[in-house]
């Protein structure tokens, strides 16, 4: 069993930057898939970013790309999401998830039913 525990959300105006962080505990995730999520009031919860299980691969949404990135430190056990760049539309709940995939790949996951564990959340809020 993993736990996570996202930290690092806040107010910002827009243009500004944050440093998401997801602490893991129970496990080590240097070998877990993780990814970001993120979900606004009234709306779907969807997908941001995800890291591959060993590290190599990356994949984001197309409105994200090129102002987020998401990383890993493995002596830490913990994944960040940095964001730059912020826009209004960014405001939502950000959630880091995980997985054990089933072949130590490449390979990242974008959709919500390939991620077993789930940490509880972080606002972000990004004013005008």
């Known amino acids: 069993q993993v736990q996570l525990v996202e930290s690092g959300g806040g107010l910002v105006q827009a243009g500004g930057s944050l440093r998401l962080s997801c602490a893991a505990s129970g496990r080590t995730i240097s070998r877990y898939a993780m990814g970001w999520f993120r979900q606004a009031p009234g709306k779907e919860r969807e997908f941001v970013a995800a890291l591959s299980s060993n590290g190599g691969n990356t994949g984001y949404a197309d409105s994200v790309k090129g102002r987020f990135t998401i990383s890993r430190d493995n002596a830490k056990n913990t994944v960040y999401l940095q964001m730059n760049s912020l826009k209004p539309e960014d405001t939502a709940v950000y959630y880091c998830?995980?997985?054990?995939?089933?072949?130590?790949?490449?390979?990242?996951?974008?959709?919500?039913?390939?991620?077993?564990?789930w940490g509880q959340g972080t606002q972000v809020t990004v004013s005008s």
């Open positions: 998830a995980s997985t054990i995939p089933p072949v130590y790949s490449g390979t990242y996951y974008t959709n919500r039913e390939n991620y077993a564990y």
